[in-house]
């Protein structure tokens, strides 16, 4: 079934430790991205990347990092978890950067 | 700075209408996203806007004014499982999505 896919779908995880969340899609879409969403506050871009081999900055990125290693997969890492980066995570993706976003199921990550 | 203007909440009866508003002011504009969410689920495309004037698309209608910097979407015959978030989303300059918080629309028998 085409689609996006996340993994884990929840995942609670120590200060300190490194986490990486896996993100493919099969549709062949160019642009991904990489949200967070908190209560009250509205979805926030982390990063993006509009074609594979290329990524970009969003709105808060600091203590992740992102790579584009090909069109199908986009994981997006913590180096060292922080409490406020309990969040849920969503992937996105998008044939070009002009059209609507189709969004994975999310992962629910909870750093204590 | 940016920023995306929609109600917390709002409550509605089952086959009834009702407009859910939203204001924004972006660093340029390259259209206006509307996406419904359930809870604990992703968030799913609804209607796109970037000229003036309402797109309908069955019981969804979603209208935009550029020079306000405003738009809403109508929900018509509503359905209990129209019970959800409603996301308004406006592409800035940079075609990036700049979002809002969201509004819960409650649907009562």
């Known amino acids: 079934i085409a689609g996006i896919t996340q993994a884990p779908t929840s995942q609670i995880l120590a200060a300190g430790r490194r986490m990486t969340l896996r993100c493919t899609q099969d549709?062949?879409?160019?642009?991904m991205y990489w949200y967070r969403q908190d209560l009250g506050l509205g979805l926030r871009l982390i990063h993006y990347?509009?074609?594979?081999?290329?990524?970009g900055k969003g709105e808060v990125p600091d203590g992740y990092s992102v790579s584009r290693a090909n069109t199908d997969d986009f994981p997006l890492t913590l180096a060292s978890a922080v409490p406020s980066q309990t969040s849920v995570y969503f992937c996105?993706?998008?044939?070009?950067?002009?059209?609507?976003?189709?969004f994975g199921p999310g992962t629910r990550l909870t750093v204590l | 700075g940016q920023n995306i203007d929609q109600p917390t909440e709002m409550t509605a009866t089952e086959g009834a209408i009702v407009q859910i508003n939203c204001t924004y002011q972006?660093?340029?504009?390259?259209?206006l996203f509307w996406y419904q969410q359930h809870a604990g689920e992703a968030p799913t495309f609804l209607s796109y806007?970037?000229l003036d004037g309402l797109e309908e698309k069955g019981r969804f209608s979603s209208f935009l004014s550029r020079s306000k910097g405003y738009s809403y979407l109508l929900l018509k015959e509503l359905q209990m499982k129209d019970s959800a978030s409603y996301l308004c989303?406006?592409?800035?300059?940079?075609?990036?999505?700049?979002w809002g918080a969201g509004t819960k629309l409650i649907i009562k028998p």
């Open positions: 989303a406006v592409r800035d300059s940079n075609y990036q999505l700049i």
């Open positions: 806007n970037v």
């Open positions: 996105a993706s998008s044939p070009a950067s002009y059209n609507e976003q189709f």
């Open positions: 972006t660093s340029g504009f390259n259209g």
């Open positions: 990347s509009n074609t594979a081999g290329t990524t």
């Open positions: 549709m062949r879409h160019n642009a």
